[in-house]
């Protein structure tokens, strides 16, 4: 059993940057790929970037490419999400998401393959 607790989110203002992290236990960190994934109101959820297992190999969405950043401290058990230029559309809440039994340098990017979930975090970002 995985457990992922975010943390970060919070109002900014469009322009500027937040950090989200993802604190992993219950198991070998390393051993999982990791992505995080966004939901905004009426909205389908959808991802925002994934990480292999050791960190060599990452995936964005195309609506976040340049501006967001994912990366991992596998001695930390930590997935982070360095966000700026920060947009109104990037609103919405975000989750961190492990997925078990990936090669390691394979990124997953469809969330319904994904095994664990945290319980989200908000992020708002004002005009």
């Known amino acids: 059993q995985v457990q992922l607790v975010e943390s970060g989110g919070g109002l900014v203002q469009a322009g500027g940057s937040l950090r989200l992290s993802c604190a992993a236990s219950g198991s070998i960190f390393s051993a999982h790929a990791m992505g995080w994934f966004r939901q905004a109101p009426g909205k389908e959820r959808e991802v925002v970037a994934a990480?292999?297992?050791?960190?060599?190999?990452?995936a964005y969405a195309s609506s976040v490419k340049g501006r967001f950043t994912i990366s991992r401290d596998n001695a930390k058990n930590t997935v982070y999400l360095q966000m700026s230029i920060l947009k109104p559309e990037d609103t919405a809440v975000y989750y961190c998401?492990?997925?078990?039994?990936?090669?390691?340098?394979?990124?997953?990017?469809?969330?319904?393959?994904?095994?664990?979930w945290g319980q989200g975090t908000q992020v708002t970002v004002s005009s």
């Open positions: 998401a492990a997925k078990i039994g990936m090669r390691p340098l394979a990124v997953a990017t469809t969330g319904s393959t994904y095994d664990y």
């Open positions: 990480i292999s297992r050791g960190g060599d190999n990452t």
